[in-house]
């Protein structure tokens, strides 16, 4: 049942015209059930083996239990009613009252919570009420973030309903792709995807691309006479296609075996719900720092209560102690500033090809270690093009890259004028003319270039146009009279042209193939054809193909009589082999460099690909992503080594060919096994496993599957692995600026934990309310906090190593620097407070001293968090107008709130005198010069 001879004339397959002959096709709309039926106990017959690949035509039809001509209406309806519709079940949506509650679980917000019980308790209303405040603001941000988030999920499902032909009832119809059914007959045709598995009963010259499922940057040939061993991988079943790819060329007719979650999309997807996601590193590290926080609160918390209840204190002078301790220790204004810090970066990131779907994974990408990442479409173009071609003794490069036809051809560095090439001219013409691809070029628009059809056709027509060809003018001044349409069985394809009064016939195919139907090359030196030298050619090859490239021959021969366009044409014989054209998939522009800003940046990158070994070496080595020398795994080595020995060999190993989504996914688990903080790329089905199961998922937004895109975090709009650099690192500028505003925040709290408990140690009352230190750390310092997060990234991000993945939000120097600015804040602020109560002042007008001191701290001390490095003098205070306003405004606030009289009372404030502003601003001054000295000294001794 195979295609042979002339193209001319459709062929009837089955009763059934292979052209979808019927010139009018039904439109039906069938309803599919609005939600999916149970699992049936038991499927009809047949769908209880699986291996379709394995079993001839009429074997699967018999296991269907169905006709070849396909279904009738009747059953195809219970059909649809007994096995739901052709669609993969998203998962389900949270509750937005799960989304709601989970905001509270927290440890720090424990501590509030009991907090604002004992002010309850106590009658302190005005405590109580701004505690509340403070949860609901927090869990009102949580919620609006984790809303939206959800909320992109949902809208990444295609709004556009597929639709699928299918034969039924001796018809053919356009249904709802959800209304396929096993043992439908599915019509296929070049540009349309195929909406089920099917095992092929007929083809017509038929590739289809399934790039997305396999990897593979080449279309694939069907065979469907083809009876397959059991285990032939998927990527080898020629006789099947599977749902999620995209037909390029030709026709075909294929029975249903599989829809919805039961096809090899399905397969995967379900992987998803399996594969554990791990949080992003910032949540994980803030979620150690809350817990962390939260337990000291509470020893501390205990720890006064306890001493204060022995020395004979009253309980609820204890309590107001504990409550204001808590408050002080607990950095209520960190989530708004995190969440602005995170939201600062996004937007950065979407200027630089970055868009994040998760807040946290923001910084994310600035903690990983290696980068597992796809070749196809992402360190490649996923577009053939033809970079070399050898005519007899010469070579000519060609330049240019993808499908676009901007380029010309060189030969010895120099261009060359087509019309004194003849031979080169005949190649070009050959190349245009035994092509079934179309490309368009829009003028003036260098990216409006359309194409359709076979990827290697239309690199040859982008090749021929380089050459100064006009493919249409070609076919008009040449009319085809037949030909031979490529096939695996043949490995060429064959065009015959009118050509004057005689007749032309060209030819491309696989190299061994062609040369078998070739007498003469051209001569050396450009003259007259002469022998051919078959060795010599065959050794042409395999040069070529040893430096990955894909190599066609292409041949042609003038004759004095044209062919019959009405009788099946033969074999070409007696050709000359004009000569052999190289073509590979080129690697994105910005590549190599990306690369090398990894190396810099200490990420190590790890190519996997469903490509042959040879293809994946030649570009790795071409990008610079390893040397001649550099260890190599293939997918079966990853899935027949043991663990250990895996783990092993993943140490050393930069490419990984021919693997399937599950050896991936086993590649991501052996670098996660030995503490790598792993990133994985991709763009298709095969790639969501490995997307969920990596530390951050980054799927292409341009060429990527709604699956990949859903398993993902990041999605890179432009599918360019540089920008993947880029967001490293926006990445590690979005977390230095969340240290900064952590700084800023922690060791405030630190210098009002340390002045509150020195007072209740020396015997002095409570220096602050809660009230006032709500004020203190969410408002006046709240709103530099927040500007802070605008900070614009310091030089040299990618020039150093990698987070280790387990390192704490606060590294050594954090540490050293938290605790020498709060025990400046403590001991200055104790120091005045004592001394304020020893002058005779009441403890409220104290207290209102206090904080307008703490208020002057934090202003101060904005300028020593810009950097941890860097001096506050040698920052530009306008790089950061946001900053410079914010600490205005949060200045401007306060004076507002002591000249206001409900603010007066509420905060327990007081006007203070010109002496005391004086004093105020005098004893504030020294945490700039005490973090001053910290800085330069940590410069001249860094720590290791």
């Not at 918390?301 to 504990?322: D, H, K, S, W």
């Not at 050794?539 to 003038?558: F, H, K, N, P, T």
């Not at 996660?672 to 530390?695: C, H, I, M, Q, S």
């Not at 860097?870 to 410079?884: D, E, G, Q």
């Amino acid at each position: 049942m195979q295609a042979h001879g002339s193209s001319h004339g459709d062929r009837s397959l089955l009763g059934i015209p292979l052209a979808m002959v019927p010139t009018e096709i039904e439109t039906v709309h069938v309803m599919p059930p609005a939600e999916p039926p149970p699992s049936p106990s038991s499927e009809p017959a047949g769908l209880a083996v699986p291996i379709w690949h394995a079993l001839d035509a009429g074997a699967v039809a018999r296991e269907l239990g169905v006709p070849l001509t396909g279904l009738s209406d009747h059953e195809a309806v219970e059909r649809l009613k007994h096995f739901g519709p052709n669609r993969i079940e998203p998962p389900k949506a949270i509750p937005y009252w799960v989304l709601l509650v989970r905001q509270f679980r927290s440890p720090l917000i424990y501590v509030l919570l009991g907090a604002g019980a004992v002010a309850l308790a106590l009658g302190e209303l005005a405590d109580a009420l701004f505690i509340s405040a403070v949860l609901l603001l927090n869990a009102l941000i949580g919620f609006v973030n984790e809303f939206r988030a959800d909320r992109e999920v949902r809208s990444l499902a295609s709004l556009v309903t597929p639709r699928a032909r299918v034969h039924r009832s001796g018809r053919a119809l356009d249904v709802d792709a959800e209304c396929v059914v096993p043992g439908d007959l599915l019509l296929l045709e070049g540009g349309v995807r195929v909406n089920a598995d099917v095992r092929l009963v007929e083809k017509h010259d038929l590739r289809v691309d399934e790039s997305l499922l396999s990897g593979e940057s080449l279309t694939v040939e069907k065979n469907a006479d083809a009876v397959l061993r059991a285990e032939t991988p998927l990527a080898e079943r020629r006789n099947m296609a599977f749902a999620g790819s995209m037909v390029s060329i030709g026709r075909g007719l294929g029975l249903v075996v599989a829809t919805g979650g039961r096809t090899e999309i399905g397969a995967i997807a379900s992987q998803l719900v399996s594969v554990p996601h791990e949080p992003p590193p910032l949540l994980r590290r803030m979620e150690l720092f809350a817990r962390r926080i939260g337990t000291a609160a509470l020893v501390l918390c205990t720890v006064i209560v306890g001493v204060g209840l022995a020395r004979g204190q009253p309980l609820a002078e204890v309590l107001l102690a504990a409550i204001a301790l808590a408050v002080s220790a607990i950095p209520e204004g960190l989530p708004v500033a995190l969440t602005v810090a995170l939201a600062v970066a996004v937007s950065r990131m979407a200027r630089r090809g970055v868009v994040v779907r998760h807040l946290p994974a923001v910084e994310a990408l600035g903690s990983c270690g290696v980068i597992v990442t796809d070749k196809t479409g992402t360190l490649t173009r996923n577009q053939l093009t033809v970079e070399r071609v050898v005519v007899g003794d010469a070579v000519y490069d060609v330049t240019g890259v993808g499908y676009s036809p901007e380029g010309e051809l060189l030969r010895d560095g120099h261009p060359v004028v087509l019309p004194e090439e003849q031979w080169l001219f005949r190649l070009a013409r050959a190349a245009c003319l035994a092509n079934e691809a179309s490309l368009t070029q829009h003028q003036g628009d260098p990216q409006g270039t359309e194409w359709s059809g076979d990827p290697t056709d239309v690199a040859l027509l982008s090749f021929g146009i380089k050459a100064g060809l006009d493919p249409i003018v070609l076919v008009e001044t040449h009319a085809p009279l037949t030909s031979i349409p490529f096939e695996s069985e043949r490995r060429y394809m064959a065009t015959y042209h009118k050509l004057g009064a005689g007749g032309l016939v060209c030819v491309k195919g696989a190299p061994e193939r062609v040369i078998e139907m070739c007498d003469y090359q051209p001569a050396e030196g450009g003259g007259e054809q002469r022998p051919l030298d078959r060795a010599a050619a065959l050794e042409s090859i395999e040069q070529a193909m040893r430096q990955g490239y894909r190599v066609l021959a292409i041949a042609d021969a003038e004759t004095a009589e044209s062919v019959s366009a009405s009788e099946p044409a033969a074999a070409p014989s007696g050709l000359v082999l004009l000569g052999l054209v190289a073509m590979t998939d080129p690697p994105r522009e910005q590549v190599a460099g990306a690369l090398a800003s990894c190396r810099q940046a200490g990420i190590r990158v790890v190519m996997v690909t469903g490509d042959h070994a040879t293809t994946a070496r030649s570009v790795g080595e071409r990008i610079g992503l390893f040397g001649p020398d550099a260890e190599m795994l293939t997918g079966d080595e990853v899935s027949r080594l043991g663990v250990d020995e895996l783990d092993v060999r993943m140490q050393r190993t930069l490419v990984v060919a021919r693997a399937t989504p599950a050896e991936k996914l086993l590649v991501v688990e052996s670098l996660k096994r030995r503490g790598e903080f792993v990133a994985v790329t991709g763009d298709g089905v095969n790639d969501a496993p490995a997307l969920r199961r990596a530390d951050l998922g980054v799927a292409m937004g341009r060429e990527g599957t709604d699956v990949a895109r859903e398993a993902a975090d990041l999605i890179i709009t432009d599918d360019d692995f540089s920008s993947i650099v880029a967001g490293v690192e926006e990445g590690r500028f979005a977390y230095d600026n969340v240290r900064k505003v952590t700084y800023l925040l922690v060791s405030t709290g630190v210098g009002e934990v340390l002045t509150v408990m020195g007072a209740l140690a020396i015997g002095l009352p409570v220096p602050f309310t809660a009230v006032q230190l709500l004020w203190l750390n969410l408002v006046t310092n709240g709103i530099q906090d927040v500007a802070l997060a605008f900070e614009p990234g310091e030089p040299g991000a990618l020039e150093r190593p990698p987070r280790p993945p387990r390192q704490g939000l606060f590294d050594r120097m954090m540490v050293e620097r938290t605790l020498l600015g709060g025990a400046v804040f403590g001991s200055l602020g104790l120091f005045c407070f004592a001394s304020w109560i020893g002058e005779g002042r009441s403890v409220e007008e104290a207290r209102s001293l206090l904080v307008q001191l703490f208020v002057l701290f934090e202003i101060l001390h904005i300028g020593n968090s810009r950097s941890e490095k860097t001096s506050m003098f040698r920052l530009n205070p306008v790089s950061n107008p946001i900053l410079l306003f914010g600490t205005l405004a949060a200045l401007s606030v306060h004076v507002v709130a002591i000249y206001t009289p409900f603010l007066q009372s509420l905060l327990g404030l007081r006007v203070p005198g010109v002496d005391d502003l004086l004093r105020l601003v005098v004893v504030a001054s020294p945490i700039i010069v005490v973090i001053e000295i910290h800085k330069a000294y940590r410069r001249r001794h860094p720590l290791p």
